[in-house]
């Protein structure tokens, strides 16, 4: 599976600061040279970041695995372990923590469903001491995308991913 090098997502992770949308999507099809990668790139940091983020919460149940659909409109999981990128992510997030990087670092995340999802419940008045949060379901990557994995049963696990 195609991936982006770790300097290569920083590179992209750098206009979730000042750029626009559709300065970030040009800004990826450049770095990844093509369409689907660029797609994943810019879906994967934004939920690693939020994923880094929900992680701080006290009694928050992370999620373990991610949805997408597959050509037949069905649901699939898969373990985060499918999506190369998002591990090269999840280390430039704890990197961007660790390093101070909070204007980098809050820009990306609070584009991940993850943190709309905490701020929607939150706002809401729902205590998230014991919730369990459901993982990403990717609107614009195929579940073919993971053929190589197995499928997990079906079901988005977010609806606002």
């Keep these: 599976m195609k991936t982006l090098s770790p300097v290569q997502l920083r590179e992209l992770a750098k206009s979730f600061v000042r750029a626009s949308d559709e300065e970030r999507e040009i800004a990826a099809l450049a770095l990844a040279g093509d369409q689907m990668l660029a797609r994943r790139a810019l879906d994967w940091l934004p939920e690693a970041f939020g994923l880094l983020m929900a992680g701080q919460v006290p009694g928050l149940e992370l ?3 991610f949805s997408a659909r597959n050509n037949m409109g069905d649901w699939k999981q898969f373990p985060f372990s499918a999506e190369p990128l998002f591990a090269h992510a999840l280390r430039l997030a ?28 939150l706002n809401g008045g729902a205590s998230l001491s014991g919730a369990k949060l459901s993982g990403p379901a990717l609107i614009g990557v195929p579940a073919e995308t993971y053929a190589g994995h ?5 079901g988005p696990e977010s609806a606002g991913a």
């Design 94 to 121: 704890v990197e961007a923590r660790e390093s101070g990087e909070e204007e980098l670092f809050r820009a990306i995340a609070d584009k991940s469903s993850v943190v709309a999802t905490l701020n929607k419940a």
């Design 150 to 154: 197995v499928f997990q049963g079906s």
């Design 63 to 65: 999620p373990t695995t």
